[in-house]
């Protein structure tokens, strides 16, 4: 399992415990929130970046298996 696999595992197992508490809690938990939503986001352009070296691929008339 590579480094990243294993932070975005992590990421996720936290996201789903969430953060038990009041006051300070909602800064950790506001953090979280926002860890989340930046993973998601480099997810969400490394695959738009996989779907497009895909179709240039294809279009090159490479054959994908």
Same mark, same amino acid.
């Given at each position: 399992?590579?480094? #990243?696999? *294993? &932070?975005? +595992?992590? $990421?996720? #197992? =936290?996201? +789903?415990?969430?953060?038990?508490? &009041?006051?300070? !809690?909602?800064? !950790? !938990?506001?953090?979280?929130? %926002? /860890? ?5 986001? &480099? $997810? =969400? *352009? /490394?695959? /738009? %970046?996989?779907? &497009?070296?895909?179709?240039? $691929?294809?279009? %090159?008339? *490479?054959?994908?298996?």
């Amino acid at each position: 399992m590579s480094t #990243q696999t *294993a &932070k975005v +595992q992590s $990421l996720m #197992q =936290a996201c +789903q415990r969430g953060v038990n508490g &009041k006051g300070p !809690a909602l800064d !950790a !938990a506001n953090n979280l929130l %926002a /860890e989340c939503y930046g993973m998601l986001g &480099k $997810l =969400a *352009a /490394e695959n /738009e %970046a996989l779907r &497009k070296d895909r179709d240039s $691929l294809l279009e %090159a008339g *490479a054959h994908l298996f």
